[in-house]
């Protein structure tokens, strides 16, 4: 018989095999991935090239849709032609038809007929927007001039999509609380403001966190940034804080309002407003107060510029104001259903104010007024990107996670 030795050998023999044979397995199966790999990325590489001269015979296509140069819709009337765009009711896609259509769209009849059917098809139901469920609550939007996408949430993340995507290509994370207020620098730096009191700087490229700006003692909620790499941000603590983006020094600081800063913008010319809880609009040239702007009956809510340099205002009051770019005297008052959370201004002036019940309103300078969009929870953010699309973002402060409707929409 074998001694205890001899079995202890013979087990320690065969699970080294075993061991062995498990190993090859591996790395054959290694081998494998690392050639499917290889295979995928040669695929890719393929279909980049693909899509890339795709794209440049697109663009020729339009210079010259056939061999002549002729337009093929040459012996459609101009009215026709102008029927059909205002069907298709949006820009982007109809300019690269054909240079006849590109040159219609650059007429200022068509451009604003086109423009109002577009936004009149959202208010009707015959266009409908493109929507995504984004974490617990949308809170703040940028976007890039290439259409990349960034969206701040209440769980305290940045989720990046590209242009195109249905799903964020990443997330960034790193602050602690709500992210209430995001900017871009000239080069594509990201900036975040937050409800943990500091700001928070990436890069554009990859995302990487490059510094922390702290000295505000209560959230931020509203980002600015001017052509010569300054950087503001407002706070509940009161105050407006001045940064270079450059070096993340903090240049100044600006006080004056009596209750928190609610928004900022800076003006085409180079000035920043500032809007509050103490329902007023202050003017700063140079970081000095210059002027103070009243009418609104409660917190100033949110800001933005106009093509024309005028400014706009929304409130808690439930009105839209727009002041003059000459002297900044109140121009009009627009007035709504529910309080306003966020303003942006589209082509030929055309307003859009994001409501506390869910509303996406539309107020052209010819006096129309539609509703685009509505939505079971508040619209906290609205922004155009590059050629056109308006993103809104909607959260909600109320009810439970499951009540709320927490979603993105690009029209």
């Not at 054959?28 to 795709?54: G, K, N, P, S």
């Not at 940028?142 to 997330?171: E, F, M």
């Not at 800001?303 to 839209?320: F, N, Y």
Request: proline letters at 3%; a neutral charge; charged letters at 20%.
């Amino acid at each position: 018989m074998p001694s205890f030795a001899q079995l202890g050998a013979s087990v320690a023999h065969q699970r080294v095999c075993e061991i062995r044979e498990r190993l090859e397995q591996h790395r054959a199966r290694h081998t494998e991935a690392l050639q499917q790999i290889e295979a995928a990325t040669r695929v890719r590489d393929q279909m980049e090239a693909e899509m890339a001269a795709a794209e440049a015979e697109l663009e020729a296509a339009v210079q010259a849709p056939v061999p002549s140069g002729e337009d093929p819709t040459r012996w459609l009337p101009d009215e026709l032609v102008i029927t059909i765009m205002l069907w298709v009711g949006w820009s982007r896609s109809v300019m690269r038809v054909c240079q006849r259509w590109r040159a219609l769209l650059t007429t200022p009849v068509v451009r604003r007929q086109l423009l109002r059917s577009r936004w009149e098809g959202y208010a009707h139901g015959r266009f409908k927007p493109k929507s995504v469920a984004v974490g617990p609550g949308v809170l703040s939007i940028a976007v890039s001039q290439s259409g990349q996408r960034y969206i701040g949430t209440k769980d305290g993340l940045i989720h990046v999509w590209d242009d195109g995507k249905s799903a964020p290509d990443r997330t960034l994370s790193g602050h602690s609380a709500v992210v209430r207020a995001l900017a871009l620098g000239p080069d594509g730096t990201v900036f975040s403001g937050s409800y943990d009191s500091t700001v928070r700087v990436w890069s554009g490229e990859d995302g990487h966190p490059i510094r922390t700006l702290k000295g505000h003692s209560s959230y931020v909620v509203a980002l600015a940034i001017d052509g010569q790499g300054v950087l503001y941000s407002g706070s509940s603590d009161k105050t407006i804080r001045v940064w270079s983006c450059e070096s993340g020094i903090c240049l100044s600081t600006l006080e004056g309002h009596k209750k928190g800063v609610r928004a900022l913008a800076v003006g085409l010319e180079g000035q920043l407003f500032s809007a509050s809880n103490d329902r007023t609009i202050r003017v700063w040239v140079d970081c000095e107060h210059t002027r103070t702007l009243t009418g609104h009956t409660d917190a100033v809510t949110c800001l933005a510029i106009g093509e024309d340099r005028t400014l706009l205002s929304g409130s808690t009051d439930t009105t839209v104001r727009v002041w003059s770019s000459a002297d900044l005297t109140l121009l009009r008052t627009l007035h709504t259903e529910s309080r306003v959370w966020t303003v942006a201004v589209g082509a030929c002036g055309r307003v859009f104010s994001g409501l506390e019940d869910g509303d996406v309103r539309m107020d052209a300078s010819d006096g129309q007024s539609l509703t685009i969009c509505s939505f079971g929870s508040c619209t906290r953010a609205l922004v155009f990107g590059p050629n056109g699309p308006l993103y809104a973002g909607f959260s909600s402060w109320y009810g439970s996670e499951s009540e709320q409707v927490h979603t993105l929409c690009t029209f």
